[in-house]
C-alpha cells in the first residue's frame, strides 16, 4: 500500500484519510504520525479552538516541519481551512486528516489540491473477527479475565456491525459483561446488538439471498413476496442493506418509468434513517409497494451500459471541435468552439447539429421500454428529433 511504502522510506506527503466511522481512521493516521521522526500535534476540529491551531503553526515555524493529526476535518470552518493553506504551501505542517464526510464536498479545494486523498472502505468481517479474538485473548489490551464466545454468537457480531471495528467491541464489551460467567451465547449478542437472531444465517450466505429475492420480487411486481423478504430483513435489524437495495431497485428496475419513485424511495430511507427501527418499517413498507407495484424499466442504465461498452471498444474518441471549450485565450486559432449553434436561438429550442464523435455520429443507445406516461412521452420527444433529421434538406 502507497501510505505504508510512505512511512517505510519516511517521505510523507499531507493526506486525507475518509471513510464510514469505526473503520481506524484516526488510528492510522495516528500510527502514521508515530512512526514519523518529527514532532506531531493534535487537533479536533469538533472540540479545539484556532488559539490551538495558532500555537501549532507558531511551534511549526520555529521548529522547521511537524506533523499534524487532524481529526474531523469536515467540521474545520472555512476560516480555519485558510489559515493551513500557507502551513500547507512552505511545507511547514504534514497535514494528516480524518474525517466522515467526502472530502470532495467538505473541504476547500485550496486544501484538496495540496493533500493526497485516501478512500478507506469498512472493515470485513474476516477484518471484524480478528478485533474480536485479540480483545477476547490479549489480556493487555483486551478483556483482563478469561472471555467464551460461541461462534455463531462471532460471526453474528461480525456480520451485523457492518465494517465498524469501535461499534463491535462496544457491542462485545456489554454482551461479556451482561451475560453469565462472560460466557457470551447468540441469544446474549443479539440482545447485546438490539437484534433479532432469527433470521441470522452464520454462513452469510442468507443475508445476500435476501436482498436478492427482494430486488427479484419488486422487479416481478410480486407485492406480498416483497413485503415478506423485506420483514425478514427489518426482523434481522438490517435496515442500511434494505435501504441501499431500496434505492438500486428505483433506479435500476422502475427507472423512467416511473421517476418519481425514486424521489418517493430517497425520502422514505431518509426518513427511516432518521426514526430508526421499528418505526422505521412504515416509511419502508410505503416505498416497497410503491415500488412493486410501478411500471419497470431499465431502459436508461441499459443504454448507459452500451456507451461504456463502446468506450471499451473504441477508447477516447476525439470531441467534435464545436463542442470544445472556447472560452480561453487563443481557442479561436485552434478553431475550439467555431460554428457552435446555441439551441435556445432555435424554434423549440433544438437545432440539428452534430455531437457525438465522428465513429459513433449514428449510434442510437436509448430504446425506451414504452412503460409508463414519463417515458412514452420522452420517446415521443425522441421520434419527434429523430423524424425532423430525417426531414432535414
Not at 500555537?55 to 476535518?73: H, K, N, R, T, W
Not at 465522428?358 to 412503460?371: A, E, R
Request: net charge negative.
Amino acid at each position: 500500500m502507497i501510505i505504508r511504502r510512505m512511512v517505510e522510506t519516511k517521505l510523507l506527503s499531507s493526506m486525507i484519510l475518509y471513510g464510514p466511522p469505526g473503520i481506524g481512521k484516526t488510528s492510522i493516521a495516528s500510527a502514521i504520525a508515530g512512526t514519523a521522526d518529527m514532532a506531531f500535534r493534535t487537533f479536533n476540529a469538533t472540540s479545539d479552538k484556532k488559539t490551538k491551531l495558532q500555537e501549532i503553526a507558531a511551534e511549526a515555524q520555529f521548529s522547521g516541519q511537524l506533523v499534524l493529526l487532524l481529526d474531523e476535518i469536515h467540521r474545520l470552518d472555512k476560516p480555519k481551512q485558510d489559515f493551513l493553506l500557507p502551513l500547507l504551501e512552505n511545507g511547514e505542517i504534514i497535514l494528516i486528516c480524518a474525517t466522515t464526510e467526502n472530502p470532495y464536498f467538505s473541504v476547500v479545494p485550496a486544501i484538496r489540491s495540496r493533500v493526497q486523498i485516501f478512500e478507506l472502505k469498512p472493515l470485513t468481517p474476516e477484518d471484524i473477527k480478528i478485533a474480536i479474538d485479540r480483545a477476547i485473548l490479549d489480556n493487555e489490551r483486551g478483556f483482563d479475565f478469561e472471555v467464551t464466545l460461541d461462534a455463531d454468537a462471532e460471526e453474528f457480531l461480525a456480520q451485523k456491525t457492518n465494517g465498524d471495528v469501535r461499534a463491535t467491541l462496544n457491542s462485545l464489551e456489554l454482551a461479556v459483561l451482561s451475560s453469565k460467567d462472560h460466557h457470551v451465547t447468540l441469544a446474549d449478542m443479539a440482545n447485546s446488538l438490539q437484534q433479532s437472531a432469527a433470521t441470522f444465517d452464520k454462513d452469510g450466505d442468507a443475508h445476500y439471498d435476501l436482498l436478492s429475492a427482494l430486488q427479484k420480487s419488486i422487479r416481478g411486481s410480486d407485492v406480498n413476496a416483497s413485503l415478506h423478504y423485506a420483514a425478514r430483513l427489518i426482523a434481522g435489524g438490517d435496515l442500511q442493506s434494505l435501504s441501499r437495495r431500496l434505492i438500486v431497485i428505483a433506479y435500476e428496475d422502475i427507472g423512467l418509468a416511473n421517476p418519481d419513485a425514486a424521489l418517493h424511495t430517497i425520502n422514505a430511507v431518509t426518513a427511516a434513517e432518521k426514526i430508526g427501527l421499528p418505526e422505521a418499517r412504515i416509511p419502508i413498507a410505503n416505498v416497497i409497494v410503491d415500488l412493486a407495484l410501478s411500471p419497470k424499466s431499465n431502459a436508461s442504465y441499459t443504454a448507459l451500459d452500451k456507451a461504456i461498452a463502446d468506450l471499451d471498444k473504441h477508447g477516447v474518441l476525439q470531441i467534435p471541435p464545436h463542442l470544445q471549450d472556447g472560452h480561453y485565450s487563443g481557442a479561436k486559432k485552434l478553431g475550439r468552439s467555431e460554428n457552435y449553434q446555441y439551441p435556445h436561438a432555435y424554434p423549440d429550442h433544438w437545432v440539428d447539429q452534430q455531437y457525438l464523435p465522428d465513429p459513433l455520429k449514428h449510434v442510437n443507445y436509448f430504446q425506451s421500454d414504452g412503460l409508463g406516461k414519463y417515458e412514452r412521452a420522452l420517446q415521443l420527444r425522441l421520434d419527434d428529433i429523430n423524424q425532423r433529421k430525417r426531414n432535414k434538406p
